[in-house]
């Protein structure tokens, strides 16, 4: 490395330990604001990558969030998002973005509809059924992601991995910020979650319809806490084939679960596939990995994370690819995180070797 990339990549890994956390507060009792707050800078040292340089990047999000509940039963729901740059994802020569966030490109004209920085903005209300059953019932502009493949361990890019293979299962195809309905049943150790949204556009120009199922159930025995998760997704005829001579629907199954071995570690897993009739980067993914709390060396609030992914290509000139993340995550205080990341990638082409190399990143987050 360079003395000129080595200074740069001293001052811009400094850059996120800078971050300020912003006041929140509970106004009353119907209305409260939260905010996520975060920095990053990433550094990739990468090989067979045609003009890709070994480069730093750094970028800062900021995301307000607006609950206002009249009564027990209803809320009204607002998030916005803000970012400074858009990091290494911008220059990244990985199909697979380093950080699943929303950067400045992707908080602006929200899916083709000339939207910029309202993420969501929805009404829920909740039909109490019984002693242990009730119903949500939200629609507004909606994100799929909150109802469909949460995981307790690979969910959240800003506490847990950065990469966005292993944040969420990347050939379910999860839209965002976008016109939809969801509904939430919960009785006992059983959940349903179903989301239907129409999206403003995808990646060729289209509009389209997509419909996602989540069934869920919960148990708990000597080792801990586990969520098994069965999720089917599909969308309507929007999507070019390969070929790009006529439109294709997507469809895919996804299993997920997290699983508590004990008071310090846990571990998850997702495996799922994808109809490739459309133009896709992938059809499969198997993915998994443990989390380990501090507290065999004194920091309960700490963990470690470590993750895999394998995705076999689709449709298109990938052959697959391979994802490894680790990071060490400090909590400092109720409020602040500090996380140490790094990230090996490596995507191989049917017409030849792809890239491959390292992804280094110090995140802060600051969230209320």
Request: proline fraction near 4%.
């Amino acid at each position: 490395m360079s003395d000129k990339l080595l200074t740069h990549s001293v001052i811009t890994l400094a850059l996120p330990m800078l971050a300020t956390p912003v006041f929140a507060y509970d106004v009353n009792d119907q209305l409260s604001i939260g905010v996520v707050l975060a920095g990053t800078a990433q550094c990739q040292t990468v090989s067979d990558a045609p003009g890709a340089s070994n480069t730093c990047e750094s970028v800062a999000v900021f995301q307000p969030e607006l609950s206002y509940r009249p009564t027990a039963a209803d809320e009204v729901f607002f998030k916005l998002g803000f970012a400074a740059g858009n990091g290494l994802n911008g220059v990244s020569p990985f199909t697979i973005a380093p950080w699943a966030a929303d950067l400045e490109d992707d908080v602006t004209n929200l899916n083709g509809r000339n939207r910029d920085y309202l993420l969501t903005a929805w009404y829920k209300h909740t039909f109490r059924l019984g002693d242990d059953q009730d119903l949500g019932a939200t629609f507004g502009i909606i994100d799929a992601t909150d109802y469909l493949d949460d995981n307790a361990y690979a969910n959240d890019e800003y506490t847990q991995f950065m990469n966005a293979a292993l944040t969420n299962g990347p050939n379910v195809f999860l839209p965002s910020y976008d016109q939809g309905l969801a509904l939430e049943w919960d009785a006992g150790p059983w959940s349903v979650r179903g989301v239907l949204m129409n999206v403003g556009e995808n990646d060729d120009g289209n509009s389209f319809s997509f419909y996602g199922l989540q069934a869920g159930y919960t148990i708990n025995t000597s080792l801990g806490t586990g969520t098994y998760r069965l999720i089917l997704a599909a969308t309507s005829q929007d999507f070019l084939n390969p070929a790009g001579t006529q439109l294709e629907s997507r469809a895919s199954t996804l299993f997920s679960l997290d699983q508590e071995f004990g008071s310090m570690l846990g571990g998850w897993l997702r495996v799922g596939w994808q109809t490739d009739a459309a133009a896709v980067d992938y059809d499969a993914l198997y993915s998994g990995g443990i989390s380990l709390k501090g507290t065999a060396w004194g920091r309960a609030d700490d963990n470690v994370g470590l993750g895999l992914a394998y995705l076999a290509g689709g449709s298109l000139d990938i052959d697959a690819s391979q994802v490894f993340e680790t990071y060490y995550r400090w909590q400092l205080g109720d409020l602040f995180g500090l996380t140490a990341d790094i990230q090996y990638q490596n995507d191989d082409y049917l017409s030849g070797p792809g890239p491959n190399g390292w992804t280094y990143g110090l995140r802060a987050t600051a969230e209320f």
